[in-house]
């Protein structure tokens, strides 16, 4: 298995098990590993929401002027956006919670 996967505690590796509701903790990894793949889930899901949201404001080309009018009202109100805690976003919201049984089904957790 080292031949193949000669480090499997990266935290790209580690993320799928970071997302996995029975294993989440990482109780395997370090605390630097552990902190650096939730740091990396943090990072790719703020950059799929900013992502999304670049998406909503294209979606109606027609209308230039009120997309022009949005983006000015983001721009202005950007430096005034607050650091959003763990408490209060879904990521950390879901870090907080307690591991579910290992016999338990993730997907079934997920989907509700």
Known sequence: ???????????EMLL????????????FATDSEHLATKDLLKKQYEELKTQNSNNLSIINVDDNENRRKSQNAFAVFASLKKKVSPENDEVGAYLLLDEIDFDSNPFVWWYE
Request: hydrophobic share 30%.
């Open 1 to 11: 298995m080292d031949h193949y996967w000669n480090n499997l505690t990266y935290p």
């Open 16 to 27: 799928p098990t970071l997302l996995d509701p029975r294993m989440k903790n990482l109780d």
